[in-house]
């Protein structure tokens, strides 16, 4: 999973941030009905919600003076994914599926707490020290189950998750005025999932 963002300030500096990686393992239940359309095809309606949260480490960003902002951290939770999934039946034991739809999630952005230029380092005090807004984008995927016993499936899923870019803002205070540092992440994410169900 991975963050990308650019960051602005005022007056006449431009912040540039590497990409950011999330760090830890979802835990993800899940519920869906399929309707058979013939012997082999059959349609899919599922949601499902990630119960753990997943955060980047603290990482800085830097501009063209030299100066560098540090102790930013991004964090997102609450992802919630409703989608179809069409697919064919192999055999009576084995399914494979494509899966698209919608996905949210809560995107939580730390703004820097010191910078760094000249080689000393100032604490930030910004007005917020962090803000959350909610993102909302599409989740495809592929996947494939097979039964294992009577009822009891194991499956396996490749999924892509993409979200629209958001933009959170904050003011402090420096020697030439007041700032502004405004981070516009773009959140996408590659999924792989292995799991077990029971079909009723």
Do not use: C
């Not at 006449?12 to 990686?21: L, V, Y």
């Not at 009577?150 to 993409?162: K, T």
Request: no cysteine; charged share 5%; hydrophobic share 30%.
């Amino acid at each position: 999973m991975g963050g990308t963002g650019t960051q602005t300030g005022s007056p006449a500096e431009n912040w540039n941030t590497a990409n950011q990686n999330f760090n830890g393992m979802p835990l993800i239940a899940g519920l869906g009905y399929n309707w058979s359309l013939d012997s082999h095809w059959m349609l899919g309606l599922g949601a499902d919600y990630s119960f753990l949260s997943l955060k980047t480490g603290t990482y800085s960003s830097n501009n063209q003076y030299a100066t560098t902002v540090n102790g930013q951290q991004l964090q997102v939770s609450n992802r919630t994914n409703i989608y179809l999934t069409p697919g064919y039946a192999l055999s009576k034991d084995q399914l494979v599926y494509l899966k698209a739809g919608y996905s949210s999630a809560n995107l939580q952005n730390t703004f820097p707490t010191t910078s760094t230029s000249g080689g000393v380092t100032k604490n930030i005090i910004a007005t917020n020290g962090s803000a959350t807004n909610t993102q909302q984008g599409y989740i495809v995927g592929l996947g494939y189950k097979q039964m294992v016993t009577s009822g009891l499936y194991g499956f396996a899923e490749a999924n892509y998750i993409s979200y629209s870019k958001t933009t959170f803002s904050t003011t402090y205070p420096g020697t030439l005025g007041t700032y502004t540092i405004s981070n516009s992440p773009t959140l996408n994410t590659y999924q792989a999932l292995v799991g077990v169900g029971y079909k009723f």
